[in-house]
């Protein structure tokens, strides 16, 4: 049998950008990322806020698709994901993904450096990306590493 770990999660919507997903589904995709308890806060934002963040915590001059903040290791893991809805809109619109499917991408991949993983070394990538493959599969949607960023 299955262990379930907990899951406390807070979504913030801080962009009135169209088409974003529900709390229900934000849920479902870090639900099914989970191995083992998390204490999320997830907020959307839009443009400014992003590029705000990014040039304050990564001292990158311009939005990102989503960032990843771990405050605490010891379980529950305690963090904050921030995903940017113009950037994921424009990602999704370029790369010819479908909007929600990228969502869920980014959100699996965001709960995934939140419990350890990182894409830093080769190894590391290819784990973390064979991980977010399986569980985008197992939601039923395709493969996000499929088409690459140019």
Known sequence: MKESHQLSLSVQYASNAKNL???QQFRRWVKIALEQDVQMTLRVVNEA???ELNKAYRG???ATNVLTFVYDDASPICGDVVICAPVVAREAREQGKD???HYAHLTL???LHLQGYDHEKTREAERMEARETALMLKLRYPAPYLIRDV
């Open 109 to 111: 991949h965001a709960a």
């Open 99 to 101: 909007l929600l499917a």
């Open 21 to 23: 997903p529900t709390r």
């Open 49 to 51: 806020e992003g590029r």
């Open 60 to 62: 990158k001059d311009y």
